[in-house]
């Protein structure tokens, strides 16, 4: 039986691997609209926030020979719930480590999926507060907005690859107390995808087939926009600064999500998406499932299904 719903809080930021670690910065801070919120003692490692985040910080980008996911890092709603959810993981063979390795966050117990993508639970965590420059007009805002870039909101969702999507969703659910909302089911059965959440969000992690049998890799993570207006002016940002544009803007057809697809220097896919209308709020909320034909129909607004090109490197041709 799955856990109760909220001892897992939120998403709360993500750990990207970059060769190329200056111009990933720039792309993330003059592009997306993110702030610099420090670096490791070492400079292998920057700390950026949205400007709507709590936090100390919502990405983490080090430096490392290929691109890729390290760690997602989600906020427990209390101390004893982040006990509990420790407690639910080593009973499932789940076994991580307790480590004290970034600035803003207490103690994190890292363990890893069945896939092996590396997850950070943690409670504590360090309040952001402003500098006089970018202290915000409204005193229930975090930042100021920026005035430069797209100006995502926050970090919105994760969608991991896995050589297996079953035994992943269910640690989510299982272990970790996420609903799953949607999902593909193909014509032998097998899960090719799901989407799962943690709160009223209609997702927060997802989990797709990688079709080259790989583990541990990533498909992209997603910055949400205020507005479908946001995305749109976000395509053309990328056209005027060079931005690798896969496809979009289109809306997806699973979730309903207006979406953009960019890769950033470092060799990551990311989604620019205003999934923000559209919540799950019935405590009931059956889990809806596509099947193999119903996806055939396409992606996005017949759109063709964007394959799992990620490689650790170069974006495709298309």
């Not at 936090?55 to 709603?77: C, D, K, P, W």
């Not at 500098?131 to 907005?145: H, I, R, S, Y």
């Not at 996420?178 to 089911?185: K, S």
């Amino acid at each position: 039986m799955a856990p109760p719903l909220g001892d897992i809080a939120h998403l709360g930021h993500v750990e990207l691997l970059t060769p190329d670690l200056d111009a990933s910065v720039r792309f993330f801070t003059a592009y997306l609209g993110l702030t610099e919120n420090g670096r490791s003692a070492d400079g292998t490692s920057v700390y950026l926030r949205t400007w709507d985040d709590y936090e100390h910080h919502s990405l983490v980008l080090t430096a490392h020979e290929t691109s890729g996911i390290r760690r997602t890092a989600l906020r427990a709603s209390s101390e004893e719930a982040l006990q509990r959810r420790v407690k639910a993981a080593e009973s499932a063979g789940r076994t991580g480590r307790w480590v004290e390795d970034e600035p803003g966050i207490g103690p994190l117990y890292v363990t890893t999926d069945p896939d092996g993508h590396e997850i950070a639970l943690y409670w504590e965590s360090e309040w952001y507060r402003a500098p006089d420059e970018l202290k915000p007009g409204l005193k229930n805002q975090p930042q100021a907005k920026p005035g430069h870039g797209v100006g995502v909101r926050r970090l919105d969702h994760v969608n991991f690859l896995a050589a297996d999507v079953a035994p992943n969703g269910d640690f989510v659910h299982e272990v970790l107390g996420a609903r799953p909302t949607e999902q593909i089911r193909l014509d032998d059965g097998r899960i090719a995808a799901q989407w799962l959440t943690f709160s009223s969000k209609s997702y927060d992690v997802v989990y797709t087939e990688d079709w080259t049998g790989s583990q541990g890799r990533l498909h992209h993570i997603a910055f949400a926009t205020d507005t479908r207006e946001d995305v749109l002016r976000a395509a053309d940002l990328a056209l005027d600064t060079g931005v690798f544009i896969e496809t979009g803007p289109h809306k997806h057809a699973i979730q309903q999500t207006f979406f953009l697809y960019v890769y950033e220097p470092g060799g990551n896919r990311i989604e620019l998406c205003n999934p923000l209308t559209r919540l799950v709020l019935a405590p009931d909320w059956p889990l809806i499932t596509w099947t193999e034909n119903e996806r055939k129909k396409g992606q996005a607004w017949g759109l063709k299904t964007i394959e799992s090109f990620h490689t650790h490197g170069t974006p495709p041709v298309l």
